[in-house]
């Protein structure tokens, strides 16, 4: 059959437009089909007020001999209680951004996913390849200070039918503090900051399907330190308040100040044999997420500086041991330690 003209239909997708253009046979015969996509995120931050993990049932499993807890509860995750917010009406949100050389606040990286897919080979079948890799002007990452909490059902969201019942962890009626029912258990006061090695940015690439690299996530990259300046950023471990009870008041517990860095600072502290991805469950084992390494790690140094427990650091009390000064218990670390065969799992609430 003679052929005149093929109409062949290009579709070009944007917000705003549609629009079809015929094609003819010389035209058609040399388009080809594109080798997978490219696909560029940028944003400047991300923030949020509070991210929750609610578990609905409890405690209750046959393993127990007393009363089981079966009410629902939840940790959360949001901004600290007693804090100068930007906006009167509500705490300050958790924000994510980027770091510049300069150690200052910067745009988020740009996130680059380039994803194909493949027949496979033998037995193991198809599968889609999503590789992921970061750029623009930043040396790392930096979430702003941020607390954890354990918050009742009376303090947690809902989802009832179509209707979403919206709940916050914090009372803002006359100052921002917690609610009854919520216990802040980790305040991370100071910036957290994740710095990469600039010639060796962490990268992930992700297999769904038959996935033949042998799991889901494998990560590449180097990091180059946590919360690495100064002696570290600062945590605490929170027991209550100077005024009992009043989460607006200055927190007194365990604190120290968090640091990591790499024992190599040219090669950094390598991700490369690191893994991640969801396992079913086995007849010995319930399923969830599986994190690890499956070699030796790269050498890495870690401290607890400025360990100090309680409130009353340099000052004299007569009615403790014999009035001694309290302080500070001092620095615990690690010098150029390393892990073989990291095996982590984290199944389901």
Same mark, same amino acid.
């Given at each position: 059959?003679?052929?005149?003209?093929?109409?062949?239909?290009?579709?070009?997708?944007?917000?705003?437009?549609?629009?079809?253009?015929?094609?003819?046979?010389?035209?058609?015969?040399?388009?080809?089909?594109?080798?997978?996509?490219?696909?560029?995120?940028? %944003?400047?931050?991300?923030?949020?007020?509070?991210?929750?993990?609610?578990?609905?049932?409890?405690?209750?499993?046959?393993?127990? #001999?007393?009363?089981?807890?079966?009410? +629902? =509860?939840?940790?959360?995750?949001?901004?600290?209680?007693?804090?100068?917010?930007?906006?009167?009406?509500?705490?300050?949100?958790?924000?994510?951004?980027?770091?510049?050389?300069?150690?200052?606040?910067?745009?988020?990286?740009?996130?680059?996913? $380039?994803?194909? #897919?493949?027949?496979?080979?033998? #037995?193991?079948?198809?599968?889609?390849?999503?590789?992921?890799?970061?750029?623009?002007?930043? *040396?790392? &990452? +930096?979430?702003?200070?941020?607390?954890?909490?354990?918050?009742?059902?009376?303090?947690?969201?809902?989802?009832?039918?179509?209707?979403?019942? +919206?709940?916050?962890i914090f009372d803002i009626s006359s100052a921002i503090k917690?609610?009854?029912?919520?216990?802040?258990?980790?305040?991370?006061?100071? %910036?957290?900051?994740?710095?990469?090695?600039?010639? %060796?940015?962490? *990268?992930?690439?992700?297999?769904?399907? =038959?996935?033949?690299?042998?799991?889901?996530?494998?990560?590449?990259?180097?990091?180059?330190?946590?919360?690495?300046?100064?002696?570290?950023?600062?945590?605490?471990?929170?027991?209550?308040?100077?005024?009992?009870?009043?989460?607006?008041? *200055?927190?007194?517990?365990?604190?120290?100040?968090?640091?990591?860095? =790499?024992?190599?600072? $040219? *090669?950094? &502290? +390598?991700?490369?044999?690191?893994?991640?991805?969801?396992?079913?469950? #086995?007849?010995?084992? =319930?399923?969830?997420?599986?994190?690890?390494?499956?070699?030796?790690?790269?050498?890495?140094?870690?401290?607890?500086?400025?360990?100090?427990?309680?409130?009353?650091?340099?000052?004299?009390?007569?009615?403790?041991?014999?009035?001694?000064?309290? %302080?500070?218990?001092?620095?615990?670390?690690?010098?150029?330690?390393?892990?073989?065969?990291?095996?982590?799992?984290?199944?389901?609430?």
């Amino acid at each position: 059959m003679k052929k005149k003209n093929i109409l062949g239909c290009l579709l070009l997708l944007s917000p705003y437009s549609m629009a079809m253009q015929p094609m003819d046979d010389q035209s058609l015969s040399s388009t080809v089909g594109q080798d997978g996509i490219n696909i560029s995120v940028n %944003n400047s931050k991300v923030e949020f007020n509070q991210i929750s993990i609610i578990d609905t049932d409890g405690l209750s499993n046959n393993s127990y #001999t007393s009363s089981n807890y079966t009410n +629902r =509860a939840g940790l959360v995750i949001a901004g600290i209680p007693g804090q100068i917010p930007v906006t009167a009406s509500k705490p300050n949100p958790v924000a994510i951004v980027g770091i510049d050389s300069s150690n200052a606040d910067t745009s988020l990286p740009t996130i680059n996913a $380039s994803i194909d #897919t493949d027949k496979g080979s033998g #037995t193991n079948g198809a599968f889609a390849n999503i590789g992921l890799s970061f750029s623009g002007n930043y *040396t790392g &990452f +930096r979430i702003k200070p941020f607390s954890i909490y354990t918050a009742d059902a009376n303090n947690l969201s809902s989802i009832s039918g179509s209707s979403y019942n +919206r709940k916050s962890i914090f009372d803002i009626s006359s100052a921002i503090k917690l609610q009854f029912g919520v216990k802040e258990l980790l305040r991370v006061k100071d %910036n957290f900051d994740i710095k990469f090695v600039a010639s %060796n940015k962490p *990268t992930m690439n992700i297999q769904l399907g =038959a996935a033949p690299q042998g799991k889901m996530i494998m990560f590449g990259g180097a990091i180059d330190s946590i919360c690495g300046t100064g002696t570290g950023c600062n945590m605490m471990l929170v027991s209550d308040y100077s005024t009992p009870g009043d989460s607006t008041t *200055t927190p007194v517990g365990a604190s120290f100040d968090l640091q990591f860095k =790499a024992t190599n600072s $040219s *090669t950094g &502290f +390598r991700l490369n044999g690191f893994y991640a991805g969801i396992e079913a469950p #086995t007849n010995t084992e =319930a399923g969830g997420i599986v994190f690890g390494n499956s070699s030796k790690t790269d050498e890495f140094d870690l401290s607890l500086n400025n360990v100090k427990l309680g409130n009353t650091i340099g000052t004299l009390d007569p009615n403790i041991f014999n009035g001694l000064q309290n %302080n500070s218990i001092g620095n615990i670390g690690m010098k150029g330690a390393s892990i073989t065969n990291l095996q982590m799992k984290i199944s389901g609430m």
